[in-house]
């Protein structure tokens, strides 16, 4: 979710980039991939790729590099993919059990 945003942002800011732009988008760098969540394989994916924010972040020093859809960009969209799927089945099985044993 916020990862999409952010990758708008950068494809924004590749075809008209800003001072203000780049700032924020530093920032927004920091809060995605700083942030620690309950599930430590994706707190290291997060760590792995901050530790690689001067590479990733180039495009904002040479808005001409063109952005490319990486490794690290897929493995998150996967652990997005299964984390959704958790939740949506455990919303489901929350309303059967209201449906079958109301309280």
């Not at 993919?81 to 089945?89: A, D, I, Q």
């Amino acid at each position: 979710m916020k990862f999409g945003i952010y990758n708008r942002g950068l494809k924004t800011y590749k075809v008209q980039p800003g001072s203000d732009q780049k700032a924020a988008l530093e920032t927004f760098f920091d809060e995605i991939f700083t942030q620690r969540t309950r599930y430590e394989s994706l707190n290291q994916l997060l760590k792995r790729i901050y530790k690689n924010k001067a590479k990733l972040l180039r495009v904002l020093a040479r808005p001409e590099i063109p952005l490319h859809t990486n490794g690290s960009e897929t493995d998150i969209r996967d652990f997005v993919k299964r984390e959704r799927s958790v939740e949506v089945l455990a919303v489901m099985l929350e309303e059967s059990a209201e449906i079958h044993f109301p309280v």
